[in-house]
């Protein structure tokens, strides 16, 4: 996904205040659920996933599963 893109410093794959945050993502919801919320502390939006168990509510990037991410960069964040 990202192998053709110039990649320096950082490289967001989520980003909640995107307007699209979960573009590149597939989402798995059973007994749970996936919102946007604003966060109280942070004062910002925040992704909130929820489920009763968690393989049972999660997201996975890339969504084709037959693809791949294609970071070159040294270090992962999270």
Not at 5 to 21: A, E, M, N, R, V
Not at 37 to 64: H, K, R
Request: proline share 5%; net charge positive; hydrophobic share 40%.
């Amino acid at each position: 996904m990202f192998k053709n893109t110039f990649q320096s410093g950082f490289l967001s794959i989520l980003y909640s205040i995107g307007s699209k945050p979960l573009q590149i993502w597939d989402k798995k919801v059973r007994n749970g659920h996936i919102k946007r919320i604003t966060d109280n502390d942070i004062q910002s939006l925040v992704l909130e996933i929820v489920g009763t168990n968690v393989s049972t509510t999660y997201i996975t990037c890339p969504a084709d599963p037959k693809k791949t991410l294609g970071i070159k960069l040294p270090f992962l964040v999270m």
